[in-house]
Antibody, heavy 117, light 113 residues
Framework: EVQMVESGGGLVQPGGSLRLSCAVS????????MNWVRQAPGKGLEWVAN????????YYVDSVKGRLTISRDNAENSVYLQMNSLRVEDAAVYYC??????????WGRGTLVTVSS | DIVMTQSPDSLAVSLGERATINCKSS????????????LAWYQQKPGQPPKMLIF???TRQSGVPDRFSGSGSGTDFTLTISSLQAEDVAVYYC?????????FGQGTRLEIK
């Protein structure tokens, strides 16, 4: 069974940086599109970014372009989200999500990012 | 961006009764090249990550009870729970994966009446 385990969340001041990691178990990691989806406390789901199997294609929601960067390391079965110039509105639980194509099949339990002074 | 709008925002249904949630996209999510609707439904229970129920608008994910069904095409879609069970209390989201950015509906909260 494929599992996603996120780490790296925490408290950061506005303007600060964090790097989220997601470790994926299972032998087929390189065949999955990997996504980050976030959910602010008490709010709905917002897709943030995704990356294809070999890392050659990346897409972002407009609100994070230029500040958040998705990457992956297939040798380590991991996907990352580098978060720079963080804003209060970036505070959320960040879910690592894998899928065949852009369907969001496999969800981690999430890591909480708090942006506050 | 494709805007997804769900209705209603919340819904209370008696146990054993039918629950219906609607989702409308601001443009068609039917891809002519493969005749698939790029529309999925998710269930999120309190304190848990979402779980995919339905993809391609009407295909149930493995292990999802057959009381859950999806229908619709183009811009109008429906998730139906044929006989509500207590464990179905959750927030339900539709999502389009036709084009970037991937977008979700605002969610529909389903409760027991």
């Amino acid at each position: 069974e494929v599992q996603m385990v996120e780490s790296g969340g925490g408290l950061v001041q506005p303007g600060g940086s964090l790097r989220l990691s997601c470790a994926v178990s299972g032998p087929t990691f390189s065949s999955y599109w990997m996504n980050w989806v976030r959910q602010a406390p008490g709010k709905g789901l917002e897709w943030v970014a995704n990356i294809n199997g070999d890392g050659s294609e990346k897409y972002y929601v407009d609100s994070v372009k230029g500040r958040l960067t998705i990457s992956r390391d297939n040798a380590e079965n991991s996907v990352y989200l580098q978060m720079n110039s963080l804003r209060v509105e970036d505070a959320a639980v960040y879910y690592c999500v894998g899928g065949r194509g852009w369907k969001l099949d496999l969800w981690g339990r999430g890591t909480l990012v708090t942006v506050s002074s | 961006d494709i805007v997804m709008t769900q209705s209603p925002d919340s819904l209370a249904v008696s146990l054993g009764e039918r629950a219906t949630i609607n989702c409308k996209s601001s443009q068609s999510v039917l891809k002519n090249s493969d005749n698939n609707n790029y529309l999925a439904w998710y269930q999120q229970k309190p304190g848990q990550p979402p779980k995919m129920l339905i993809f391609w608008a009407s295909t149930r994910q493995s292990g999802v009870p057959d009381r859950f069904s999806g229908s619709g095409s183009g811009t109008d879609f429906t998730l139906t729970i044929s006989s509500l069970q207590a464990e179905d209390v959750a927030v339900y989201y539709c999502q389009q994966y036709y084009s970037a950015p991937i977008t979700f509906g605002q969610g529909t909260r389903l409760e027991i009446k």
